[in-house]
């Protein structure tokens, strides 16, 4: 997998100086663990007073609530290995079978989410026509784009515009809390984007994917978790860094680069005092909005200033516990996602309860209701009654739930996703600047790298295996 030794370029100056590692969520910890396991020394300087980044489980009372991710879609063997190797595989919790079943609203009315051809026949999503529409996918060749298109005209070419506007939106709203019509499809959905050059049809595209897969004995895609929640994954890499490690509280203002040939300094402060550490190299694995007010050097034109324009809109997650006995809903599937076209003030409803164990006490169930996004970032930044009054009103319309929660707890992320939007690559431009101006910085992340948990967690990879190159 990865090698133990460091490669020879690393320099004996570079083992004794060590490795600055600015952010401590799930990129930042996975690259200190494997600089730490090639022999490197490394510091990592989380501005927060916890590790995890968007990663965080809250524990009260019998409710378990993931203040960011609720699972890790597991379809990388790197990925897998490195949870062995944290010591957490035996306590990997599978999701429910039932969350395979996923649910869309369409005129108001849950529906769900067809799994087979079988299903898109007879599923009430669709009109006929769009039906027929979707299944012409089939028949396209494959062929190479002059250029990058948003995401809602690329699957309107290949299923038409009632998929889009019944099906993949939400789909959008919920994984990225995006809108399809203003996302690149090349950035942010980068293997539709190779399957239609490859193989024309994206469900044919699709099906030799995971023939392909299967052949070459790759693992089952598969969510998972932690019996504790998915801040487990953060904590044991924190925990298999030497002590002192690890830096909380530690906001990094500025960067000074090598000169001479000279290392790194890194200033750093907590509680109003300044602090400076040298290093041979630093890798940043900080969102967007976190690297503008970073300053390199003297001059401000070499900071990322250009970033304050990555689109982050807020997100709030709202977790609602409820007597079963209130909840009319089987809630048999891993949730709900809401189509822009319906109007409503929800993203979606994942039914937590339903995904893992230990998420609600005996005889309750746990939802949580996402707000917020592109297409009303204001309903994220409501106020805590305003914002419980909306969503229960939504649940009572649309789950009809008429009780009130036993339980309630909010968090909002003021910036939540990046949004890969068209023309991003001018965000990627200014990122390989600065690593092509300064030798010995390295930047990965959310960033540039993919929002999803194993994209981010691959990121550290990169990141530790670039510096070592």
């Not at 809630?331 to 339903?354: A, Q, Y």
């Not at 305003?386 to 707890?409: C, H």
């Not at 996703?417 to 068209?422: F, K, R, V």
Request: hydrophobic share 45%.
């Amino acid at each position: 997998m990865f090698r133990p030794d460091p490669s020879p370029a690393l320099t004996a100056a570079a083992l004794r100086l060590g490795v600055a590692v600015v952010g401590g969520g799930i990129t930042g910890l996975t690259a200190a663990y494997r600089l730490h396991r090639a022999g490197v020394r490394v510091r990592v300087f989380e501005a927060a007073g916890r590790v995890g980044g968007a990663i965080g489980t809250f524990c009260e009372s019998g409710w378990m609530h993931e203040c960011g991710p609720n699972t890790i879609q597991l379809n990388s063997r790197p990925v897998a290995e490195l949870i062995k190797e944290l010591g957490l595989s035996g306590q990997m919790l599978e999701a429910n079978p039932l969350a395979k079943n996923r649910f869309l609203l369409r005129n108001g009315r849950i529906c769900a989410v067809p799994r087979s051809p079988f299903g898109l026949v007879s599923t009430r999503l669709f009109s006929p026509a769009g039906k027929v529409r979707i299944f012409k996918d089939l028949f396209i060749e494959p062929h190479l784009r002059k250029q990058d298109v948003a995401l809602s005209e690329f699957v309107a070419e290949h299923f038409g515009q009632e998929a889009v506007d019944r099906a993949f939106s939400a789909f959008v709203s919920g994984v990225y809390a995006g809108d399809a019509g203003q996302l690149s499809t090349k950035l942010s959905f980068p293997t539709l984007w190779r399957i239609e050059r490859q193989y024309g049809s994206l469900i044919r595209g699709m099906v030799k994917l995971a023939t392909e897969r299967k052949r070459k004995g790759e693992p089952k895609t598969k969510l998972v978790s932690f019996a504790q929640g998915l801040q487990a994954l953060p904590e044991a890499l924190a925990k298999a860094l030497p002590n002192g490690s690890v830096e909380l509280g530690a906001e990094v203002s500025h960067l000074n680069p090598p000169r001479l040939g000279g290392p790194w300094t890194v200033r750093w402060q907590r509680d109003g005092v300044s602090q400076n550490e040298q290093f041979a190299a630093v890798l940043l694995a900080l969102p967007a909005h976190q690297l503008v007010p970073l300053t390199i050097g003297l001059d401000p034109q070499e900071s990322f200033a250009a970033l304050s324009q990555v689109s982050s809109p807020p997100v709030t997650s709202l977790f609602l516990g409820f007597k079963r006995q209130d909840v009319p809903h089987p809630l048999n599937g891993f949730g709900m996602l809401v189509p822009p076209v319906e109007n409503r003030k929800l993203l979606g409803v994942l039914f937590s309860s339903s995904l893992f164990p230990g998420r609600a006490p005996e005889g309750h169930v746990a939802l949580t209701a996402m707000v917020g996004g592109s297409r009303l970032p204001e309903v994220a930044l409501l106020d805590d009654a305003a914002l419980l009054d909306l969503v229960r009103s939504e649940l009572a319309s649309i789950m009809g739930i008429k009780a009130t929660p036993v339980y309630t707890r909010r968090v909002t992320w003021r910036h939540a996703i990046p949004q890969y939007t068209l023309g991003y690559e001018q965000f990627l431009d200014t990122i390989e600047v600065a690593e092509g101006t300064f030798p010995g910085l390295f930047v990965g992340g959310q960033v540039r790298d993919g929002i999803s948990v194993p994209n981010c967690i691959e990121a550290g990879f990169r990141l530790a295996e670039r510096c070592l190159a």
